[in-house]
């Protein structure tokens, strides 16, 4: 760190001692983060706003710039709109000039990047769908960041960017020659993945799984493979490694009390819990992080033989799909695990159980599986639960994607055929004008209503993790308020909402009509 008093930045928690030199007052996340950085593959700051995540990330990729790597230490940092790139910018237009006078920024959209007088690059960009990585792939970023992680719903784009975190630099190659032709060797050229991000946001799930439930702040994890190495041309253990720091505003004295003001004044519980204390155990995402809660949760229970039992679809093959069985009361009561009784008003829905066809809730990444294997699985399930008591009888058939019934190929039977044949049978969903919306507001008003008890409601069993994770963090589309983001991972709102239109002949689609005979 000798460097960067003489090239005119330092990280928060360090000092200018005697003669000019460093020295650490006390350790920051910035000064941990960027010791990481050259130690770990994949680097997460986290934690409130106003810590300096945005400028160390920059500073991250800058430890390698003039080191003689030169045109092969390229850089990328995302976000998914432009406007709010432009902060990110503006941060590295302050810094980068102070620590490197000669750099060039070229502005416009078609560049958007630094560039360095011994060639290497930092760019700016916009990455928002999967069909986004098609612009990148085969591209060469040792250095990728992510600004805000929590912006992608999903860890698709992440995951997909990897392909792109690579290097053709060979030392032994491409090292620089000195003015007296021997050439100086330089290590291998390091792969980073830095990304920051505070809690609350769309990708408020799978950002939390992968980084912050598997270890506390500052404990690496690794994992350990058997790969092929092009270079030795032979199968070698590679070591992958991640690390995420907590930032907090606490550590930046540079901070004016009037943001802090700011910060403590946000009303939104969710989002002051996430911005002030960076505190991930909140409820957020938008679509229906304000009227979820614990009371919307109920241990399994054996569903009384008078409750009407179906199931709602939506399918999925590289994309998950998502099975709901549902439990319609019929106001008699039910007894809890604990011996108490249970009694919701007539026509609320109950999540009994849940198929959620995913290599893991959160890629959004489906299992491939044909429409036969899927039917056989429903069938099998519910003979487990008949068997274990769970429900009296085969639960009937309810609402699915009316896209399984479409024949893409002459002669090709149709998803809802090759099921009917395999025992399943699907009723059709509500696909009207304006149905989206309408189911959108129907999940709302049953999940209201699950609050006060006083009108036909929403609840879940434990066992429907898919639905528990997903559904709470949900979020808005960004242009429609009144719809979710289709581009996030809603396989499970989906055959939800398709549950709550059609009534199945028991509830009205509207819950203020009463019940149909």
Known sequence: MSAFPAIGWKPLGVAIGPGG????????????SLYFSTKCHHVLLEGTRGGGKSEVQIVAFLQHVGKGYGRHWRGIIFDREYKHLDDLVSKSQKL?????????FLASKGDYKWVFPEGEELLFRVIKKAADYENYH?????????NELTKWPTSELYDALMSCNRSSFLPEEHSPIGEDGVMRLLPEIPLLVFSTTNPHGPGHNWVQARFIDVAKPGRVVRTTINVFNPRTQQREDVTRSQVRFFSSYKENRYLSPVYVAELEGITDPNKRKAWLLGDWNITAGGAYDDLWGD??????FKVPRGWYVNRSFDWGSTRPFSVGWWAEANGENVVMPDGSTWCPPRGTLVRIAEWYGAEQIGTNRGLKLSA?????????????????GWIATKPAPGPADNSIGNVIDTGEESIRTKMQDAGIEWTESDKSAGSRKVGFQLVRDRLEASKTGESPGMYFCQNCAASITLLKTLPRDETDLDDVDTEAEDH??????YRVLSGTGRTARSLNVGFAI
Request: glycine share 6%; hydrophobic share 40%; proline share 8%.
């Open 96 to 104: 980068i000039p102070r620590l490197f006078p000669d750099a060039r």
């Open 492 to 497: 499970v709102h989906d055959d939800t909402r």
């Open 295 to 300: 009371h919307l949760i109920k241990p399994r």
């Open 21 to 32: 030199f460093p020295v650490v007052e006390r350790t920051t996340s910035q000064i941990l």
């Open 138 to 146: 085969g591209h060469e970023y040792p250095f990728i960041g992510w």
């Open 372 to 388: 036969k294997a899927v039917a056989e699985g429903i069938r099998q399930r519910e003979a487990d639960m008949v068997a274990a």
